[in-house]
């Protein structure tokens, strides 16, 4: 392998792995403090793919518009199912949170063939972003070069929200002691309610930010949700950083297993999951699990 | 232990399905013979689930693996019937015991993960390794043996197989392994406390579980004639857990009624309305906010209710 396509994988794999950093991330914040895996993130982000196509593509806004209504399209879903919902399942037992959820993508699969049908849709790269930058010896795509800044940044961001405000301090706290934050006066569901409208925003937002690279088709979520497990467990279930981790080992893997082992590359990472796991049974940053 | 009148009860059931042929319907057998493999498939997951206390996320993979493996060999490899079957149900036991070695170690909600995890591996290996498993367009055209390739035939070999198969789940749950199980679901660490070796009996559910899962897999693709990847993948799984959880997992027969229910609604549904998944949606929502014990509890909830009124009055 020359020097020149060695250089574009490893960009590829970068730039893919920055992309499913931005949907797990979301996924790994509620689990972190929820403790709910939520099956439904998967879908979170096929409809916020789908909010970036009505809007940029059908109804002919700036792509970045787009962007903007899957955040925030994704955050009312989400404020109102955690609001009549979700709240009332934070004390049964986990199998009951799993299949909520998992009841969630049933019925948001049906929703969204009834709004949007089954055919495949595709959304081209934002103008100003569908060029290529020469840098002497390889040609970069702008568009995963962009995937490749917004990706630090938005991992940037969450690690000051959640280890350097007040806010994040008491988010910090709900994952420790539920009662004990509610006893000092703090509005422990606002936060739950905040923390799962954030995560679901996320999933948004890397859909609409995937839109330009993928097929827009139903079932786009059932892979997406997998590949959001593996890097989150990859990491250490909990852990931002470990999130972050997880996701480059999964962008390159998948990258280079395409170069190396093409058609096994669907593979590939359940494999590395499983060597991760049983070296490191919490992830490579997780620790582990204390009693419940 | 009213050991004897289950018996007597199951033996009722059993031979009135046996008769069912008499009436002659192809579609209500063929529909009996579907919702058979169910059962043994939904109470396989429960000794996991409802005896030990451990949520699998990923059953599917030993029920693929035990389809495809007898598949495999019945058709590819051209073995008979009474070793290919036997073959395929000890592959997907030995199978879920290499992975459930790794799964006991850990608890809860990772648990759940590593076994998906694991089971989304064997979908992909059955999506890419073409030459053996037929990839995504399934593995079809079973060389059936003549015995069972008429459909009445096929109901009596699927109602034989998974009567043995409850039975035995029935024998290996209610004996001191199963108790062992419950005390583990109950308390693992006073269980660990009195000298159980958890680790040990979660494994051993493990590949129980597995095996019997598989031997449902078998019977499952013979009858299609055919295994295909979504056999594997991870909603198959769901389905399943929510044939268990549906029926009740605190009891035995539970699964049973779960896996009958949710599989003639789905059939029926299917006839009126593309919409299965949102009436699936709907169902799991009342399961998991008014109906968390399943319609077993449901029955005790409302036999309990009225003996308290026939006490009383």
Same mark, same amino acid.
């Given at each position: 392998m020359t020097l020149t396509m060695f250089t574009l994988n490893a960009f590829y794999g970068l730039a893919l792995a920055m992309n499913m950093f931005i949907i797990a991330s979301g996924l790994n914040l509620i689990f972190g403090v929820l403790r709910v895996i939520n099956f439904a993130h998967g879908m979170f982000y096929m409809f916020g793919a789908y909010i970036v196509f009505t809007v940029a593509k059908t109804w002919g806004a700036p792509f970045f518009v787009g962007v903007l209504a899957a955040a925030a399209g994704l955050a009312i879903i989400a404020l109102v199912i955690e609001r009549l919902?979700?709240?009332?399942?934070?004390?049964?037992?986990h199998l009951m949170q799993l299949l909520f959820t998992f009841a969630l993508v049933l019925l948001m699969s049906d929703a969204a063939k009834m709004i949007w049908g089954t055919d495949q849709y595709s959304v081209g790269y934002p103008p100003g972003l569908g060029g290529a930058v020469n840098l002497g010896f390889v040609v970069l795509p702008q568009y995963q070069l962009f995937l490749c800044v917004v990706g630090p940044a938005i991992a940037i961001a969450m690690w000051l929200l959640v280890d350097r405000t007040r806010w994040g301090r008491i988010v910090r706290a709900a994952t420790q002691d539920r009662e004990m934050l509610a006893a000092l006066g703090v509005n422990v569901p606002m936060v739950y309610a905040a923390v799962f409208t954030i995560g679901s925003a996320l999933a948004g937002v890397g859909g609409a930010l995937a839109a330009p690279r993928v097929a827009l088709v139903p079932g786009m979520d059932a892979t997406i949700i997998n590949e959001c497990f593996i890097i989150v467990i990859i990491g250490g279930l909990g852990n931002l950083w470990g999130s972050f981790l997880g996701a480059l080992a999964f962008g390159f893997v998948v990258q280079f297993g395409t170069v190396w082992a093409p058609n096994w590359q669907d593979v590939l990472p359940y494999v590395l999951m499983l060597v991760v796991l049983i070296i490191r049974p919490w992830g490579l940053l997780g620790r582990p699990e204390t009693g419940h | 232990m009213p050991q004897r009148r289950h018996l007597v009860a199951s033996a009722i059931v059993v031979l009135l399905l046996a008769l069912? $042929?008499?009436?002659?319907s192809r579609y209500a057998i063929d529909l009996t013979t579907e919702v058979l493999i169910y059962v043994l498939f939904a109470l396989s997951l429960n000794v996991l689930i409802g005896f030990t206390g451990n949520i699998s996320f990923g059953h599917a993979a030993y029920f693929a693996i035990g389809g495809y493996a007898c598949a495999i060999l019945l058709t590819t490899h051209g073995w008979p019937l009474a070793l290919a079957l036997p073959a395929a149900v000890v592959l997907a036991g030995l199978v879920a015991a290499v992975v459930g070695y790794f799964c006991v170690r850990l608890t809860q909600i990772y648990f759940a993960m590593l076994t998906l995890a694991f089971a989304m591996l064997v979908w992909g290996v059955a999506f890419k390794w073409k030459a053996v498993t037929g990839g995504d367009d399934g593995f079809t055209g079973i060389k059936m043996p003549?015995?069972? =390739?008429h459909h009445v035939g096929y109901f009596y070999f699927t109602l034989v197989m998974v009567s043995v198969g409850a039975a035995a789940l029935w024998v290996i749950c209610h004996s001191a392994f199963g108790l062992t199980l419950v005390a583990i679901r109950e308390n693992s660490v006073r269980a660990g406390f009195i000298g159980v070796d958890t680790k040990h009996m979660r494994w051993a559910a493990f590949a129980v579980a597995g095996t019997f899962g598989g031997l449902a897999g078998a019977l499952f693709g013979m009858y299609h004639r055919g295994m295909y990847i979504e056999n594997a993948f991870w909603t198959e799984s769901a389905n399943v857990l929510i044939m268990v959880l549906l029926g009740g997992?605190? =009891?035995? #027969?539970g699964p049973i009624f779960g896996a009958a229910a949710l599989h003639l609604l789905q059939t029926f549904t299917n006839q009126y309305t593309p919409y299965w998944p949102t009436v699936l949606g709907l169902i799991l929502l009342v399961i998991v906010l #008014?109906? $968390?014990?399943?319609l077993i509890g449901l029955v005790a909830r409302l036999k309990g209710r009225r003996g308290t009124h026939k006490g009383r009055s």
């Open positions: 919902l979700l709240r009332h399942l934070y004390d049964k037992e | 069912l $042929p008499l009436a002659g003549e015995m069972i =390739s997992i605190y =009891s035995f #027969v #008014v109906l $968390p014990d399943g």
